[in-house]
């Protein structure tokens, strides 16, 4: 996927839930783009509970990560359960979706979502086209938050 190295990656494949591990795509300057584990879910600083989801972006919870590029990652994914609903990319094809990712006590990422579809109150993910992505992995704050704002999730149909 958009170049991306595959080797040493754990995941044994299937469903991903919170609190379960994926591959997500990072780049950096000696690697260059890879995949790694990381559990799906971040922890919050207090609270017995998983952040999967980054919608607010101006949270001081995600503001710091946001502006590192370092910190954000490409989620592969061939669909998404929202509630009772299932979306999925034309095709069933591989969608790539932004995240970023946290290393606290458990290496772990969120998924950006963007605006609500269809009555969801907590959006969709922010999806990437190739393009997008490479963007996404590297541009400053400013042009990544004009990404997030202009990505749309809707070739992600129920």
């Avoid at 971040?42 to 919608?55: E, M, T």
């Amino acid at each position: 996927m958009l170049g991306c190295a595959a080797a040493g990656d754990s995941w044994p494949g299937g469903e991903v839930v919170p609190g379960g591990y994926a591959p997500v795509m990072i780049a950096d300057r000696e690697k260059g783009r890879h995949l790694v584990p990381r559990m799906w879910g971040v922890p919050p600083p207090r609270g017995d509970y998983l952040v999967p989801f980054a919608r607010n972006l101006d949270s001081p919870f995600w503001v710091g990560v946001l502006r590192h590029t370092g910190f954000r990652c490409i989620v592969p994914m061939t669909g998404i359960r929202r509630g009772r609903d299932w979306w999925v990319p034309p095709g069933n094809a591989i969608s790539a979706c932004a995240g970023i990712w946290r290393d606290t006590e458990i290496p772990s990422f969120a998924i950006l979502t963007s605006g609500g579809a269809d009555g969801q109150p907590g959006g969709l993910p922010v999806a990437l086209g190739p393009r997008a992505c490479d963007l996404w992995l590297r541009a400053d704050i400013r042009e990544a938050r004009v990404l997030v704002e202009e990505a749309s999730a809707g070739f992600l149909a129920p």
